[in-house]
Protein backbone atom coordinates (compact mmCIF):
# COMPACT_ATOMS: atom_id res chain seq x y z
CA UNK A 1 0.00 0.00 0.00
CA UNK A 2 1.58 3.31 -0.92
CA UNK A 3 2.52 5.86 1.97
CA UNK A 4 1.15 9.71 1.31
CA UNK A 5 2.53 12.60 3.06
CA UNK A 6 -0.06 15.58 3.96
CA UNK A 7 0.35 18.86 5.76
CA UNK A 8 -3.24 19.68 7.32
CA UNK A 9 -4.74 21.96 9.96
CA UNK A 10 -5.62 20.31 13.40
CA UNK A 11 -9.06 20.82 15.53
CA UNK A 12 -7.11 23.40 17.40
CA UNK A 13 -5.92 25.09 13.91
CA UNK A 14 -1.85 24.35 14.43
CA UNK A 15 -0.23 23.19 11.57
CA UNK A 16 0.56 19.03 11.53
CA UNK A 17 2.76 17.24 9.16
CA UNK A 18 3.43 13.34 8.77
CA UNK A 19 2.30 10.44 6.54
CA UNK A 20 -0.59 7.93 6.19
CA UNK A 21 -0.97 4.60 4.22
CA UNK A 22 -3.85 4.49 1.85
CA UNK A 23 -5.22 3.21 -0.84
CA UNK A 24 -5.28 6.30 -3.08
CA UNK A 25 -4.96 9.89 -2.58
CA UNK A 26 -8.71 10.69 -1.89
CA UNK A 27 -8.88 7.73 0.63
CA UNK A 28 -5.88 9.35 2.45
CA UNK A 29 -7.75 12.48 2.49
CA UNK A 30 -10.97 10.64 3.79
CA UNK A 31 -9.27 9.11 6.34
CA UNK A 32 -7.66 12.34 7.50
CA UNK A 33 -11.23 13.83 7.63
CA UNK A 34 -12.02 11.40 9.64
CA UNK A 35 -9.41 11.97 12.22
CA UNK A 36 -10.50 15.83 12.26
CA UNK A 37 -7.80 17.12 10.40
CA UNK A 38 -8.43 19.32 7.64
CA UNK A 39 -6.00 18.57 4.72
CA UNK A 40 -4.10 21.42 2.25
CA UNK A 41 -1.75 18.82 0.91
CA UNK A 42 -1.68 15.15 0.51
CA UNK A 43 0.67 13.83 -2.14
CA UNK A 44 2.58 10.21 -2.74
CA UNK A 45 5.96 9.78 -0.95
CA UNK A 46 8.00 9.42 -3.64
CA UNK A 47 10.93 6.62 -3.08
CA UNK A 48 14.43 7.72 -3.41
CA UNK A 49 16.63 5.72 -5.18
CA UNK A 50 19.89 5.03 -3.56
CA UNK A 51 21.93 2.72 -5.82
CA UNK A 52 25.67 3.06 -6.08
CA UNK A 53 25.42 3.86 -10.14
CA UNK A 54 22.98 6.90 -9.04
CA UNK A 55 25.64 8.45 -6.37
CA UNK A 56 28.34 7.83 -8.89
CA UNK A 57 26.43 9.62 -11.99
CA UNK A 58 25.66 12.53 -10.49
CA UNK A 59 27.73 13.01 -7.61
CA UNK A 60 30.23 14.17 -9.93
CA UNK A 61 27.28 17.33 -11.30
CA UNK A 62 26.53 18.16 -8.17
CA UNK A 63 30.66 18.39 -6.52
CA UNK A 64 30.94 20.79 -10.05
CA UNK A 65 27.84 22.51 -9.05
CA UNK A 66 29.15 22.96 -5.61
CA UNK A 67 32.14 23.90 -6.02
CA UNK A 68 30.77 26.70 -8.89
CA UNK A 69 29.05 28.52 -6.60
CA UNK A 70 27.42 26.66 -3.98
CA UNK A 71 30.28 27.85 -1.39
CA UNK A 72 30.08 31.07 -1.79
CA UNK A 73 30.24 33.49 0.90
CA UNK A 74 27.26 35.92 0.34
CA UNK A 75 26.47 39.10 3.07
CA UNK A 76 22.90 39.94 3.00
CA UNK A 77 19.51 38.30 2.70
CA UNK A 78 17.14 38.30 -0.18
CA UNK A 79 16.01 41.27 -1.61
CA UNK A 80 11.84 41.85 -2.24
CA UNK A 81 12.56 43.02 -5.74
CA UNK A 82 15.05 39.94 -6.71
CA UNK A 83 12.56 37.79 -5.29
CA UNK A 84 9.70 38.91 -7.49
CA UNK A 85 11.68 39.33 -10.76
CA UNK A 86 13.09 35.81 -10.08
CA UNK A 87 9.11 34.75 -9.48
CA UNK A 88 7.74 36.46 -12.89
CA UNK A 89 10.60 34.77 -14.74
CA UNK A 90 10.00 31.43 -14.05
CA UNK A 91 5.95 31.79 -13.97
CA UNK A 92 7.04 32.41 -17.73
CA UNK A 93 9.21 29.85 -18.27
CA UNK A 94 7.06 27.73 -17.10
CA UNK A 95 4.25 29.25 -19.30
CA UNK A 96 6.25 28.26 -21.80
CA UNK A 97 6.53 24.86 -21.43
CA UNK A 98 10.35 24.25 -20.19
CA UNK A 99 10.75 21.57 -17.85
CA UNK A 100 10.66 22.92 -14.49
CA UNK A 101 14.47 22.07 -13.41
CA UNK A 102 15.71 23.25 -16.58
CA UNK A 103 13.53 26.67 -16.21
CA UNK A 104 15.45 26.91 -12.07
CA UNK A 105 18.65 26.14 -13.49
CA UNK A 106 18.75 28.82 -16.07
CA UNK A 107 17.24 31.47 -13.38
CA UNK A 108 19.85 30.28 -11.07
CA UNK A 109 22.74 30.56 -13.66
CA UNK A 110 22.21 33.61 -14.76
CA UNK A 111 22.67 35.22 -11.31
CA UNK A 112 25.71 36.95 -10.16
CA UNK A 113 26.87 35.27 -6.67
CA UNK A 114 23.71 36.23 -4.14
CA UNK A 115 21.99 34.89 -1.36
CA UNK A 116 19.13 33.75 -3.61
CA UNK A 117 21.82 32.29 -6.49
CA UNK A 118 22.90 29.94 -3.43
CA UNK A 119 19.32 29.28 -2.16
CA UNK A 120 18.24 27.96 -5.50
CA UNK A 121 21.59 25.47 -6.05
CA UNK A 122 19.94 24.50 -3.34
CA UNK A 123 16.72 24.08 -4.47
CA UNK A 124 17.49 22.54 -7.97
CA UNK A 125 19.55 19.88 -5.96
CA UNK A 126 16.32 18.74 -3.94
CA UNK A 127 13.99 19.03 -7.11
CA UNK A 128 16.26 17.05 -8.77
CA UNK A 129 16.28 14.31 -6.00
CA UNK A 130 12.30 14.10 -6.14
CA UNK A 131 11.31 16.73 -3.79
CA UNK A 132 8.19 19.17 -4.87
CA UNK A 133 9.36 22.45 -5.22
CA UNK A 134 7.22 23.78 -2.88
CA UNK A 135 9.14 21.26 -0.49
CA UNK A 136 12.98 22.47 -1.13
CA UNK A 137 11.52 26.24 -1.23
CA UNK A 138 10.09 25.45 2.30
CA UNK A 139 14.15 24.10 3.38
CA UNK A 140 14.99 28.22 2.95
CA UNK A 141 12.37 30.49 4.67
CA UNK A 142 14.31 33.30 4.99
CA UNK A 143 14.12 33.31 1.21
CA UNK A 144 10.63 31.96 0.77
CA UNK A 145 8.18 32.76 3.56
CA UNK A 146 5.20 29.97 4.35
CA UNK A 147 2.95 32.28 1.56
CA UNK A 148 5.26 31.98 -1.04
CA UNK A 149 5.41 28.46 -0.19
CA UNK A 150 2.17 27.59 0.19
CA UNK A 151 0.67 29.40 -2.75
CA UNK A 152 3.44 27.46 -5.13
CA UNK A 153 2.06 24.00 -3.29
CA UNK A 154 -1.60 24.86 -4.20
CA UNK A 155 0.04 25.99 -7.77
CA UNK A 156 1.56 21.79 -7.75
CA UNK A 157 -1.93 20.58 -6.39
CA UNK A 158 -3.74 22.02 -9.38
CA UNK A 159 -1.57 21.93 -11.82
CA UNK A 160 -1.60 25.68 -12.31
CA UNK A 161 1.88 26.64 -11.16
CA UNK A 162 2.43 29.26 -14.09
CA UNK A 163 -0.96 30.99 -13.33
CA UNK A 164 -0.11 30.68 -9.42
CA UNK A 165 3.48 32.69 -9.96
CA UNK A 166 2.46 34.88 -12.01
CA UNK A 167 -0.05 36.15 -9.20
CA UNK A 168 2.63 35.92 -6.76
CA UNK A 169 4.53 37.94 -8.78
CA UNK A 170 1.84 40.65 -9.44
CA UNK A 171 0.77 40.44 -5.14
CA UNK A 172 4.95 40.72 -4.20
CA UNK A 173 5.12 43.34 -6.92
CA UNK A 174 1.73 45.36 -5.16
CA UNK A 175 3.17 44.91 -1.81
CA UNK A 176 6.56 46.16 -2.51
CA UNK A 177 4.95 49.31 -4.76
CA UNK A 178 3.16 50.34 -1.43
CA UNK A 179 6.22 49.45 1.20
CA UNK A 180 8.25 52.23 -1.31
CA UNK A 181 5.38 54.47 -1.38
CA UNK A 182 5.86 55.15 2.25
CA UNK A 183 8.96 54.34 2.89
CA UNK A 184 9.73 56.95 0.55
CA UNK A 185 7.08 59.73 1.79
CA UNK A 186 8.92 58.93 5.16
CA UNK A 187 12.42 59.88 3.61
CA UNK A 188 12.08 63.81 2.98
CA UNK A 189 10.78 64.55 6.30
CA UNK A 190 13.52 62.21 7.84
CA UNK A 191 16.12 63.72 6.71
CA UNK A 192 15.40 67.38 6.61
CA UNK A 193 14.77 66.57 10.53
CA UNK A 194 18.25 64.99 11.16
CA UNK A 195 19.99 67.50 9.04
CA UNK A 196 17.77 70.45 10.98
CA UNK A 197 19.15 68.84 14.39
CA UNK A 198 22.79 68.77 12.91
CA UNK A 199 22.54 72.07 12.06
CA UNK A 200 21.05 73.19 15.39
CA UNK A 201 23.48 70.94 17.54
CA UNK A 202 26.65 72.75 15.89
CA UNK A 203 25.76 75.96 16.79
CA UNK A 204 25.03 75.05 19.77
CA UNK A 205 28.32 73.44 20.35
CA UNK A 206 30.84 76.25 18.60
CA UNK A 207 28.83 79.56 18.09
CA UNK A 208 26.74 79.93 21.22
CA UNK A 209 30.10 79.61 23.75
CA UNK A 210 32.03 82.29 21.87
CA UNK A 211 28.44 85.05 22.71
CA UNK A 212 28.36 83.46 26.05
CA UNK A 213 32.61 84.68 26.64
CA UNK A 214 31.61 88.17 24.82
CA UNK A 215 28.38 88.58 27.52
CA UNK A 216 30.72 87.56 30.41
CA UNK A 217 33.08 90.38 29.16
CA UNK A 218 30.62 92.70 29.30
CA UNK A 219 29.65 91.94 32.72
CA UNK A 220 25.54 92.85 31.61
CA UNK A 221 22.73 90.68 33.33
CA UNK A 222 21.45 87.96 31.19
CA UNK A 223 17.57 87.12 30.20
CA UNK A 224 16.16 84.45 31.53
CA UNK A 225 15.98 82.81 28.26
CA UNK A 226 19.38 83.47 27.01
CA UNK A 227 20.54 82.31 30.43
CA UNK A 228 18.30 78.52 29.35
CA UNK A 229 20.12 78.78 25.92
CA UNK A 230 23.75 79.03 27.14
CA UNK A 231 23.09 76.66 30.06
CA UNK A 232 21.79 74.40 27.26
CA UNK A 233 24.90 75.27 25.11
CA UNK A 234 27.40 73.84 27.90
CA UNK A 235 26.03 70.81 27.90
CA UNK A 236 25.96 70.25 24.73
CA UNK A 237 29.41 71.00 24.79
CA UNK A 238 30.44 68.98 28.19
CA UNK A 239 31.53 72.16 30.21
CA UNK A 240 28.02 72.68 31.89
CA UNK A 241 29.57 70.86 34.97
CA UNK A 242 32.51 68.94 36.58
CA UNK A 243 30.43 66.17 37.42
CA UNK A 244 29.31 65.73 33.21
CA UNK A 245 30.56 62.36 31.71
CA UNK A 246 29.81 63.07 28.66
CA UNK A 247 29.30 66.09 25.88
CA UNK A 248 25.27 66.32 25.30
CA UNK A 249 25.96 66.27 21.88
CA UNK A 250 27.30 62.28 22.34
CA UNK A 251 23.70 61.64 23.86
CA UNK A 252 21.74 63.63 21.07
CA UNK A 253 23.95 61.52 18.63
CA UNK A 254 23.14 58.28 20.16
CA UNK A 255 19.50 58.81 21.33
CA UNK A 256 17.90 58.05 17.89
CA UNK A 257 20.46 54.41 17.57
CA UNK A 258 18.92 53.73 21.02
CA UNK A 259 15.81 54.36 21.01
CA UNK A 260 15.54 52.11 17.53
CA UNK A 261 17.59 49.55 19.53
CA UNK A 262 15.26 49.30 21.99
CA UNK A 263 12.11 49.10 20.06
CA UNK A 264 13.42 46.41 17.99
CA UNK A 265 14.51 44.02 21.26
CA UNK A 266 10.58 45.32 22.90
CA UNK A 267 9.27 43.96 19.38
CA UNK A 268 10.85 40.48 20.10
CA UNK A 269 8.57 39.78 23.22
CA UNK A 270 4.79 39.37 22.88
CA UNK A 271 3.55 42.04 25.47
CA UNK A 272 6.22 44.77 23.94
CA UNK A 273 5.34 44.17 20.34
CA UNK A 274 0.97 44.70 21.29
CA UNK A 275 1.86 47.56 22.61
CA UNK A 276 4.04 49.78 20.17
CA UNK A 277 1.59 48.34 17.48
CA UNK A 278 -1.23 49.39 19.56
CA UNK A 279 0.15 53.20 20.03
CA UNK A 280 1.39 53.28 16.13
CA UNK A 281 -2.29 52.59 14.80
CA UNK A 282 -3.62 55.02 17.30
CA UNK A 283 -1.09 57.79 16.58
CA UNK A 284 -2.55 61.07 14.41
CA UNK A 285 -2.09 60.96 11.07
CA UNK A 286 0.32 57.98 10.64
CA UNK A 287 -2.51 55.78 13.01
CA UNK A 288 -4.80 56.05 10.08
CA UNK A 289 -1.38 55.61 7.40
CA UNK A 290 -0.63 52.55 8.97
CA UNK A 291 -4.28 51.06 9.54
CA UNK A 292 -4.90 51.61 5.49
CA UNK A 293 -1.70 49.99 4.45
CA UNK A 294 -1.78 46.76 7.44
CA UNK A 295 -5.41 46.70 5.48
CA UNK A 296 -4.40 46.76 2.25
CA UNK A 297 -1.56 43.98 3.00
CA UNK A 298 -4.01 41.33 4.81
CA UNK A 299 -7.00 41.82 2.56
CA UNK A 300 -4.60 41.16 -0.72
CA UNK A 301 -2.80 38.71 0.86
CA UNK A 302 -6.05 36.84 2.09
CA UNK A 303 -7.41 36.99 -1.49
CA UNK A 304 -4.54 36.22 -3.05
CA UNK A 305 -4.29 32.95 -0.84
CA UNK A 306 -7.88 32.03 -1.44
CA UNK A 307 -8.03 32.64 -5.18
CA UNK A 308 -4.67 30.02 -5.82
CA UNK A 309 -6.82 27.41 -3.88
CA UNK A 310 -5.35 27.41 -0.12
CA UNK A 311 -8.23 26.14 2.27
CA UNK A 312 -9.30 29.05 3.64
CA UNK A 313 -8.46 27.74 7.97
CA UNK A 314 -4.76 27.81 6.29
CA UNK A 315 -5.07 30.73 4.74
CA UNK A 316 -6.21 33.22 7.77
CA UNK A 317 -3.52 31.30 9.68
CA UNK A 318 -1.40 32.54 7.04
CA UNK A 319 -2.37 35.66 6.36
CA UNK A 320 -2.46 36.50 10.31
CA UNK A 321 1.44 35.57 10.44
CA UNK A 322 2.17 37.64 7.84
CA UNK A 323 -0.16 40.69 8.11
CA UNK A 324 2.58 42.98 10.34
CA UNK A 325 0.70 44.09 13.29
CA UNK A 326 -0.54 42.47 16.37
CA UNK A 327 -4.10 44.21 16.39
CA UNK A 328 -4.76 42.83 13.36
CA UNK A 329 -3.42 39.38 14.03
CA UNK A 330 -5.68 38.99 17.15
CA UNK A 331 -8.67 40.16 15.18
CA UNK A 332 -7.61 37.07 12.30
CA UNK A 333 -7.33 34.82 15.35
CA UNK A 334 -10.66 35.32 16.46
CA UNK A 335 -11.93 35.03 12.65
CA UNK A 336 -10.25 31.95 12.64
CA UNK A 337 -11.65 30.77 15.39
CA UNK A 338 -15.11 31.51 14.31
CA UNK A 339 -14.74 29.86 10.64
CA UNK A 340 -13.00 26.90 12.36
CA UNK A 341 -16.99 26.88 14.67
CA UNK A 342 -18.85 27.30 11.32
CA UNK A 343 -19.47 30.76 11.75
CA UNK A 344 -18.87 33.20 9.28
CA UNK A 345 -15.97 35.50 8.26
CA UNK A 346 -17.38 38.80 8.37
CA UNK A 347 -19.17 38.48 12.26
CA UNK A 348 -16.41 38.29 14.57
CA UNK A 349 -14.44 40.80 12.16
CA UNK A 350 -16.91 43.34 12.81
CA UNK A 351 -17.04 42.69 16.44
CA UNK A 352 -13.27 43.58 16.72
CA UNK A 353 -13.82 47.26 15.51
CA UNK A 354 -10.34 47.25 13.35
CA UNK A 355 -11.87 47.80 9.60
CA UNK A 356 -14.00 49.93 8.38
CA UNK A 357 -17.54 49.04 8.18
CA UNK A 358 -17.20 49.43 4.54
CA UNK A 359 -14.74 46.52 4.66
CA UNK A 360 -16.74 44.29 6.49
CA UNK A 361 -19.55 44.63 4.30
CA UNK A 362 -17.67 43.74 1.27
CA UNK A 363 -16.70 40.30 2.82
CA UNK A 364 -20.34 39.80 3.71
CA UNK A 365 -21.42 40.00 0.25
CA UNK A 366 -18.33 38.18 -1.05
CA UNK A 367 -19.45 35.64 1.62
CA UNK A 368 -22.86 35.53 0.21
CA UNK A 369 -22.12 35.30 -3.02
CA UNK A 370 -19.18 33.26 -3.08
CA UNK A 371 -16.55 35.57 -4.31
CA UNK A 372 -14.63 35.77 -1.58
CA UNK A 373 -11.47 36.42 -3.47
CA UNK A 374 -11.93 38.80 -5.72
CA UNK A 375 -13.95 41.10 -3.09
CA UNK A 376 -10.52 41.15 -1.15
CA UNK A 377 -8.74 42.33 -4.01
CA UNK A 378 -11.08 44.81 -4.75
CA UNK A 379 -10.97 46.08 -1.03
CA UNK A 380 -6.59 45.87 -1.39
CA UNK A 381 -7.20 48.16 -4.80
CA UNK A 382 -9.41 50.31 -2.88
CA UNK A 383 -7.06 50.84 -0.02
CA UNK A 384 -4.00 51.02 -1.84
CA UNK A 385 -5.87 54.17 -3.41
CA UNK A 386 -6.47 55.69 0.05
CA UNK A 387 -2.96 55.14 1.14
CA UNK A 388 -1.52 57.01 -1.80
CA UNK A 389 -3.75 60.04 -1.08
CA UNK A 390 -2.93 59.40 2.83
CA UNK A 391 0.75 59.70 1.71
CA UNK A 392 0.26 62.58 -0.08
CA UNK A 393 -1.81 64.14 2.57
CA UNK A 394 1.13 64.06 4.86
CA UNK A 395 3.53 65.26 2.81
CA UNK A 396 1.80 68.10 2.26
CA UNK A 397 0.99 68.25 6.34
CA UNK A 398 4.27 67.55 7.25
CA UNK A 399 6.20 70.34 5.19
CA UNK A 400 4.56 73.50 6.87
CA UNK A 401 4.98 71.56 9.98
CA UNK A 402 8.76 71.48 9.61
CA UNK A 403 8.87 74.96 8.43
CA UNK A 404 7.36 76.27 11.60
CA UNK A 405 9.30 74.16 14.09
CA UNK A 406 12.29 74.87 13.07
CA UNK A 407 11.82 78.65 12.04
CA UNK A 408 10.36 78.48 15.76
CA UNK A 409 13.70 76.71 17.01
CA UNK A 410 16.66 79.05 14.76
CA UNK A 411 13.84 81.96 15.93
CA UNK A 412 14.57 81.72 19.66
CA UNK A 413 18.12 81.39 19.55
CA UNK A 414 18.18 84.55 17.50
CA UNK A 415 15.96 86.08 20.00
CA UNK A 416 18.04 84.74 22.93
CA UNK A 417 21.46 86.39 21.56
CA UNK A 418 19.72 89.46 20.24
CA UNK A 419 17.96 90.44 24.12
CA UNK A 420 21.58 90.84 25.86
CA UNK A 421 23.00 92.95 22.54
CA UNK A 422 19.90 94.85 23.07
CA UNK A 423 21.41 95.80 26.44
CA UNK A 424 24.94 95.88 25.45
CA UNK A 425 24.55 98.92 23.19
CA UNK A 426 22.11 100.72 25.73
CA UNK A 427 24.79 100.65 28.29
CA UNK A 428 27.46 102.00 26.03
CA UNK A 429 25.30 104.55 24.63
CA UNK A 430 24.54 105.21 28.41
Known amino acids: ?152 NAGEIGGVLDIILQRLADFMEKAQRLKMKIIGALIYPVTVILIALAIVTAIMYFIIPKFSEIFLDFGIELPGLTLGLINTSRWIAGTYSPDQPFPGAIYIMVAPVIIFIVLKLLRKTGPGRATIDWIFIRVPVFGSLMKKSTVARFTRTLGTLISAGVPILEAVIITRDTCGNWVYERALGKVHDSIREG ?26 TGDMDSMLMKIADNYDEEVDVAVSSLVKLLEPMMVVILGGVIGTIVVAMFLPMIKMIESLQS
Open 1 to 152: MPTFQYEAINASGKPQKGTIDAASQNEAMQRLKMQGYFPSSVREQKVKKSSASKEGGKGGAKAKKKKKGGGAITIGGVSGKQLTTFTRQLSTLQDAGLPLLRSLQILESQLKPCKLKNVLEGVCEDVEGGMSLSEAMAKHPKAFNRLYTKMV
Open 343 to 368: ETFAGPLRETKVCDGIVVNMIDVGEE
